[in-house]
Structure formats: structure tokens, C-alpha cells
């Protein structure tokens, strides 16, 4: 009868243990990983509502994610004649006990916190709750972001942003 050496089971338990431990992935890993659709570099256009009123301009997204997977990190430019009418810098996390998306943009002003909860593979941010901003993948594979507020108890988009994919944007 053939039986194992002691320094084969070690080596096969050490390889096991390495191999569960790489592939595991924490629960905050998990999460930001449904938020997978928004990872890229992102060009398009963008329009403030009411349309007739407003005149359409340029946005640059540049979406990564960062400490191992459990933060996103999305830099946001819109530019009207060449002029920057918008600079986002946000950070988004999830919450394990909390189980909630935080959504935390930074502009020269100060930062506008939002929680976040993803409903039909959209992400959907809310401050408050009159106002909300929505993030999703398009069937033609285009990135869509608005924002809406509710008045008379209507969800009433105030701006629309419609990216398609680009080649590496920088800053």
C-alpha cells in the first residue's frame, strides 16, 4: 500500500490555501463589481433640461477602480464653447453593514454625498428625496447618466449625458 508523505500533504494543503485566498474576493469587491458597466474612458455630449432653453455640451469621463477593486473612482469634465462648466472628482464605495453604495462627488464648491443602491443593473444615487442621478449601460453599449427631481411627485430629468467609449482620456 502506498501512502502519502507528510511533506506531500503539506505542499498540497499550502497550494490549496494560496489558491482560496487569491481567488477570494471581499464582499466590498463583490459589490463595486456590478458597477462594472461604468469602467472606461468616455466621450459625448450632454444637455441640460429644458432642452430649448439650454445649449448641449461636451463631456470627458474617465472611470477606474482603485484600492484593489473596492472603491471607483470616476474624474468628470463638461465643457460648453471650450469653457469647463463642470469638474467632478467622485468617489464611490460600498458599505458592508450598511449594505449601501456611497457616492461622493468633489467639485471646487465642496462635495455632494448621495447613497446609492442598484435597481435593474442601474446605479441610482439619491440625495435627499426630491433628487436622484442615474447611471447605466445603454443596449447599444453607450455609458447614460441624468439626473431628475422630483416635482409634483414626477421624476423630471434636468440634465442627460449620452458617452461612447473612447481611447484613454487624460486631465
Not at 142 to 169: C, Q
Request: aromatic share 16%; glycine share 8%.
Amino acid at each position: 500500500m502506498n501512502t502519502l508523505k507528510p511533506s506531500f500533504i503539506f505542499i498540497f494543503f499550502c497550494t490549496f490555501l494560496v489558491t482560496q485566498i487569491s481567488f477570494a474576493q471581499t464582499e466590498e469587491q463583490k459589490a463595486m463589481a456590478k458597477l462594472s458597466f461604468m469602467i472606461g474612458d468616455w466621450k459625448g455630449t450632454g444637455s441640460s433640461y429644458p432642452k430649448d432653453q439650454n445649449k448641449p455640451y461636451d463631456v470627458l469621463s474617465k472611470v477606474r477602480y482603485d484600492l484593489d477593486g473596492e472603491l471607483l473612482v470616476l474624474r468628470h469634465r463638461g465643457t460648453r464653447d471650450g469653457k469647463p462648466i463642470l469638474s467632478l472628482h467622485t468617489i464611490i464605495y460600498y458599505n458592508v453593514e450598511e449594505k449601501q453604495y456611497y457616492y461622493n462627488a468633489f467639485r471646487k464648491q465642496g462635495t455632494r454625498p448621495f447613497t446609492g443602491k442598484i435597481v435593474d443593473g442601474k446605479l441610482i444615487c439619491t440625495i435627499g428625496n426630491e433628487y436622484r442621478l442615474i447611471f447605466r449601460r445603454t443596449p447599444e453599449g453607450l455609458f447614460n447618466e441624468y439626473g431628475e427631481k422630483l416635482i409634483d411627485g414626477v421624476w423630471t430629468k434636468n440634465f442627460e449625458d449620452l458617452l461612447y467609449p473612447t481611447s484613454e482620456i487624460t486631465f
